[in-house]
């Protein structure tokens, strides 16, 4: 009679040495992804929002879980030499921003070695592939595109109107945005002499880029000062491969295929958003492009269709998608097809790290360097563009 295999082996949940609301003292010694502070008590892990590395924090413990517990700020006891002052009067409040009580060039630091903690830990990639964060030269006033709602508060008998709150799904009123560019800041001022009607409302604030057709519901990305050291880390990476074709996808108002139209002899672009396609042909118009051509429709469907129409070892495709990332079919016909350059623009770290794993399997592709730009700063995001490199072996 054979034996049975033993039943897996599970941690066992660890018994808390605290209880809910309890305070206790424990010093900071990393930053999550997502922006909250690690720290220990015993072996229990302990999530702390708007703390710094290398603080000593009085916590209360909020949650409760099998393994670790989340508690917020009561008190500083040491502060960290990287702390600030924010410069927001709703920063703790608002959810827009987690990094306002960290030095600048800290956030820059500790974002590096979140991306590259990532793309260790779910992609299986060499850290030093991750070069440091590019960046932006004005870390305040440089969003030129806002979501702000309205909600009735009925204690208050008000209307709120600002942002989502980090701590629950409560509106918290604002006045202005301190991330916000000047001419947005008008614009809340405007909106809230004139607001909605009632609450659930969502209104979409934007500063146009000039130049540019985009439609009111077509992305763009929202900052105009961290733009060109993110479309330099393309285009250097596009110019290295030798590519003299280019498939731009999601590629919205045609932002990436026409300012890399000189560096190829044809692009094809290819977005859902169909009002997007007709802005991206009158944006190419508008400057003389014509070794482009932009399609209607879903990447998914289309990437194949497009894929062989151009020769794959003169090809990089550019995929730029929603923070969710590819679809694996995309990523399925990349493999396949084996395109000379996958470039992949992302606003997240982990869907990216975990996309690029599949394509790299058995070999097919290799990560060539990830160039991160901070296009967020104050904020937990940052924009990487990873450069794949199609490896020897053939499917």
């Known amino acids: 009679m054979e034996t049975p295999a033993p039943a897996p082996a599970y941690p066992a949940p660890l018994v808390p040495p605290f209880?809910?609301?309890?305070?206790?003292?424990?010093?900071?010694?990393?930053?999550?992804?997502?922006?909250?502070?690690?720290?220990?008590?015993?072996?229990?892990?302990?999530f702390v929002p708007f703390v710094c590395p290398g603080e000593v924090v009085e916590v209360k413990i909020t949650e409760i879980h099998k393994r670790y517990a989340r508690g917020l700020l009561s008190r500083i006891v040491q502060a960290a030499p990287e702390r600030v002052t924010p410069a927001c009067t709703y920063f703790g409040e608002c959810g827009g921003c987690q990094y306002q009580h960290l030095d600048y060039s800290a956030q820059l630091q500790w974002k590096h070695k979140q991306i590259a903690d990532l793309f260790q830990r779910v992609g299986g990639f060499d850290s030093a592939l991750v070069h440091?964060?590019?960046?932006?030269?004005?870390?305040?006033?440089?969003?030129?595109?806002?979501?702000?709602?309205?909600?009735?508060?009925?204690?208050?008998?008000?209307?709120?109107?600002?942002?989502?709150?980090?701590?629950?799904?409560?509106?918290?009123?604002?006045?202005?945005?301190?991330?916000?560019?000047?001419?947005?800041?008008?614009?809340?001022?405007e909106w809230r002499l004139n607001p909605p009607h009632k609450g659930g409302i969502k209104t979409l604030l934007r500063i146009p880029p000039e130049g540019w057709d985009v439609p009111e519901h077509s992305f763009f990305q929202n900052n105009f000062f961290a733009l060109p050291a993110l479309l330099d880390a393309t285009r250097n990476a596009l110019r290295d491969s030798g590519s003299r074709h280019l498939i731009d996808a999601y590629c919205g108002v045609g932002f990436f295929g026409i300012e890399l139209a000189a560096e190829v002899e044809s692009f094809l672009g290819v977005e859902l958003d169909a009002p997007a396609i007709q802005a991206a042909r009158r944006n190419a118009q508008r400057r003389g492009i014509r070794n482009g051509e932009f399609v209607a429709g879903s990447t998914d469907d289309l990437l194949p269709?497009?894929?062989?129409?151009?020769?794959?070892?003169?090809?990089?495709?550019?995929?730029?998608?929603?923070?969710?990332?590819?679809?694996?079919?995309?990523?399925?016909?990349?493999?396949?097809?084996?395109?000379?350059?996958?470039?992949?623009?992302?606003?997240?770290?982990?869907?990216?790290?975990?996309?690029?794993?599949?394509?790299?399997?058995?070999?097919?592709?290799?990560?060539?360097?990830?160039?991160?730009?901070?296009?967020?700063?104050?904020?937990?995001?940052?924009?990487?563009?990873?450069?794949?490199?199609?490896?020897?072996?053939?499917?």
């Open 305 to 395: 269709g497009l894929l062989q129409r151009l020769d794959p070892a003169l090809t990089t495709v550019l995929l730029d998608p929603p923070r969710v990332g590819c679809r694996p079919p995309s990523l399925h016909v990349l493999r396949q097809t084996g395109p000379r350059q996958i470039l992949y623009v992302s606003c997240h770290p982990a869907t990216l790290a975990r996309d690029l794993r599949l394509l790299c399997e058995d070999n097919r592709y290799h990560l060539h360097a990830v160039h991160p730009v901070d296009m967020f700063p104050q904020t937990q995001h940052v924009e990487c563009v990873a450069d794949l490199r199609l490896g020897s072996q053939v499917l």
């Open 132 to 189: 440091p964060v590019l960046p932006c030269p004005q870390p305040y006033g440089y969003r030129n595109r806002i979501l702000v709602r309205s909600q009735w508060n009925r204690p208050a008998k008000k209307l709120d109107l600002g942002f989502m709150r980090n701590d629950c799904g409560l509106v918290c009123d604002i006045e202005s945005c301190a991330i916000a560019e000047p001419g947005l800041n008008d614009a809340i001022r």
């Open 19 to 46: 209880t809910h609301g309890e305070r206790v003292t424990l010093t900071i010694h990393d930053l999550a992804f997502g922006g909250d502070g690690v720290g220990r008590v015993g072996e229990f892990v302990v």
